[in-house]
């Protein structure tokens, strides 16, 4: 009896202690599926797992374009006064600063922030870049679009135009100042992708720099009977060494959302924040901003790929002219290469391939420097670079005239012909 007694109790253990494995297994495995995707495809992707707390991030090298690190990078998303950077490099392309900007009454009538202008006032349109780049005044991107376009409407049918044309995949404008707003076309947004392929080209402008770095700005309207003072508040401007420029925005819909350029030692890096918190969370931006740039600054550095000394066989040229007047000689093409630097910006961790586009044979008649072949160097799926191989003399066409010239030569046998 005592036997069965203790048979009985260790087997109701055993079926307990399964029991529980098996709830700790279940959970474990619920934990992983629910909790840690993120981490998942942070892995198969390459990517760190930084934590942030934008739900749209992007850190892209703004030289080439690459993508160095997103999260939910190419989600459409509200984006503010980001949008402004955008309302800033088509007036310097557009406009001439020296032009006065009258106000109209839709222009004076934008909710705050705003410079505070009145129907009918005049300003230089210098000094509204200003307005809208430090203050990010509403009015004065209002006053800045009509100026340029006459309307609104037309104003964002060439920010439109613009990002398309700097490879913008999801974005849509309907103001000039970011705030929301949504049409039969739309909702007013981009990603952050587009947002920092946009920030990478605003920054090749110098007078775009010259005004977002500016700390503080005077001005008055043009009868010099109203003052004004504009004040920088892009706090990552102090924050980092090498930073370049920058625009925040904020909306019910965005959030916080921020956009800005940093170079250090050849190497030049935008991040594009999207829906980074909200009130009363306005520093998020700046400690995101801060961790993917230090990301990029600790992980990225410009290497030289450039494959130094390839050399490759000379090529037959078919229907080629025989050369010296030998009629059963092959006539073959040297191949030449410039060699020349190729700075990629890359990780230790990651590996640059080579495609060679050589040919066979070449079909005469062939230019000496012309191109022939490629060498095509990818990092990842994305081509970097594309090196011309290209021929290293002429060679003519075989042509009937030859063959006639040919017998003559044989036929008076000039001295140093030789047939073979």
């Given at each position: 009896m005592r036997r069965w007694m203790l048979h009985s109790i260790k087997n109701v253990y055993d079926d307990r202690r399964k029991a529980g494995l098996a709830a700790f297994v279940l959970l474990f495995s619920l934990f992983i599926s629910l909790c840690l995707p993120g981490l998942a495809q942070a892995a198969e992707e390459g990517q760190p797992?930084?934590?942030?707390y934008a739900r749209s991030a992007v850190l892209m090298d703004a030289k080439s374009g690459r993508v160095l690190y997103e999260k939910n990078g190419y989600e459409h998303m509200p984006n503010a006064s980001t949008?402004?950077?955008m309302t800033?490099?088509?007036?310097?392309?557009?406009?001439?600063?020296?032009?006065?900007?009258?106000?109209?009454?839709?222009?004076?009538?934008?909710p705050k922030v705003r410079l505070g202008m009145r129907t009918d006032d005049r300003f230089y349109l210098r000094d509204l870049l200003y307005s809208l780049m430090?203050?990010?005044?509403?009015?004065?991107?209002?006053?800045?679009?009509?100026?340029?376009?006459?309307?609104?409407?037309?104003?964002?049918?060439?920010?439109?135009q613009k990002a398309a044309e700097l490879g913008c995949e999801d974005t849509y404008f309907i103001t000039p100042n970011g705030l929301d707003a949504q049409n039969e076309g739309g909702v007013h947004g981009t990603t952050a992708q587009d947002l920092?392929?946009?920030?990478?080209?605003?920054i090749k402008n110098e007078q775009f720099l010259e005004i977002t770095r500016t700390q503080n700005h005077q001005f008055t309207n043009v009868a010099g009977t109203k003052s004004y003072n504009c004040n920088n508040h892009n706090a990552f401007l102090q924050m980092m060494d090498g930073a370049l420029s920058g625009k925040t925005g904020f909306t019910g819909n965005a959030g916080y959302c921020y956009v800005g350029a940093l170079e250090r030692e050849g190497r030049t890096f935008v991040v594009a924040l999207l829906a980074c918190g909200w009130p009363n969370n306005k520093s998020y931006k700046w400690a995101d901003t801060?961790?993917?740039?230090?990301?990029?600054?600790e992980q990225y550095q410009n290497t030289d790929v450039y494959e130094y000394g390839r050399e490759f066989s000379p090529v037959m040229a078919v229907d080629a002219e025989p050369e010296n007047g030998r009629l059963y000689q092959n006539v073959t093409v040297?191949?030449?290469?410039?060699?020349?630097?190729?700075?990629?910006?890359?990780?230790?961790?990651?590996?640059?391939?080579?495609?060679?586009?050589?040919?066979?044979?070449?079909?005469?008649?062939?230019?000496?420097?012309?191109?022939?072949?490629?060498?095509?160097?990818?990092?990842?799926?994305?081509?970097?670079a594309e090196i011309p191989v290209c021929a290293g003399k002429s060679v003519r066409k075989l042509e009937p005239s030859w063959y006639q010239n040919f017998l003559l030569k044989l036929f008076f046998m000039e001295k140093n012909f030789y047939f073979l």
């Amino acid at each position: 009896m005592r036997r069965w007694m203790l048979h009985s109790i260790k087997n109701v253990y055993d079926d307990r202690r399964k029991a529980g494995l098996a709830a700790f297994v279940l959970l474990f495995s619920l934990f992983i599926s629910l909790c840690l995707p993120g981490l998942a495809q942070a892995a198969e992707e390459g990517q760190p797992n930084i934590t942030l707390y934008a739900r749209s991030a992007v850190l892209m090298d703004a030289k080439s374009g690459r993508v160095l690190y997103e999260k939910n990078g190419y989600e459409h998303m509200p984006n503010a006064s980001t949008t402004k950077i955008m309302t800033c490099i088509l007036t310097l392309e557009l406009g001439n600063l020296e032009d006065e900007v009258s106000v109209s009454s839709y222009a004076a009538s934008m909710p705050k922030v705003r410079l505070g202008m009145r129907t009918d006032d005049r300003f230089y349109l210098r000094d509204l870049l200003y307005s809208l780049m430090l203050e990010s005044h509403n009015d004065s991107a209002v006053a800045i679009a009509e100026h340029i376009a006459g309307s609104v409407e037309e104003f964002a049918k060439k920010m439109n135009q613009k990002a398309a044309e700097l490879g913008c995949e999801d974005t849509y404008f309907i103001t000039p100042n970011g705030l929301d707003a949504q049409n039969e076309g739309g909702v007013h947004g981009t990603t952050a992708q587009d947002l920092a392929k946009i920030m990478s080209y605003c920054i090749k402008n110098e007078q775009f720099l010259e005004i977002t770095r500016t700390q503080n700005h005077q001005f008055t309207n043009v009868a010099g009977t109203k003052s004004y003072n504009c004040n920088n508040h892009n706090a990552f401007l102090q924050m980092m060494d090498g930073a370049l420029s920058g625009k925040t925005g904020f909306t019910g819909n965005a959030g916080y959302c921020y956009v800005g350029a940093l170079e250090r030692e050849g190497r030049t890096f935008v991040v594009a924040l999207l829906a980074c918190g909200w009130p009363n969370n306005k520093s998020y931006k700046w400690a995101d901003t801060t961790s993917l740039m230090n990301y990029g600054l600790e992980q990225y550095q410009n290497t030289d790929v450039y494959e130094y000394g390839r050399e490759f066989s000379p090529v037959m040229a078919v229907d080629a002219e025989p050369e010296n007047g030998r009629l059963y000689q092959n006539v073959t093409v040297p191949l030449r290469v410039e060699e020349k630097e190729l700075i990629v910006l890359k990780r230790a961790d990651e590996e640059v391939r080579t495609i060679y586009d050589i040919p066979e044979q070449l079909s005469a008649p062939v230019e000496k420097g012309q191109q022939v072949g490629s060498i095509q160097y990818y990092l990842g799926e994305r081509q970097i670079a594309e090196i011309p191989v290209c021929a290293g003399k002429s060679v003519r066409k075989l042509e009937p005239s030859w063959y006639q010239n040919f017998l003559l030569k044989l036929f008076f046998m000039e001295k140093n012909f030789y047939f073979l």
